[in-house]
């Protein structure tokens, strides 16, 4: 294999972490599916997962998104 083989079969991983206001959680994963994700497709790149910390919305307290690319 050559080097330039190897740099390109290289996986850099991109880790977006949002923490949304209280309630706003749902919202903002929509968003973020709606507005940002086309254009990071678009560039090459490939959503592998998306957690919810906690794992349920909440109203009155804040979730955190994590988007791994």
């Known amino acids: ?3 330039g083989e190897a740099a390109a079969r290289r996986t850099i991983h991109a880790i977006d972490e949002i923490v949304a206001k209280p309630g706003e959680g749902k919202a903002l994963l ?17 959503l592998e997962q998306i957690l919810v910390s906690p794992p349920m919305w909440l109203d009155d307290q804040s979730n955190t998104l994590s988007f791994r690319w």
């Open 30 to 46: 929509d968003d973020y599916l709606t507005r940002y994700a086309p254009g990071a497709r678009e560039r090459g790149m490939v």
């Open 1 to 3: 294999m050559m080097i």
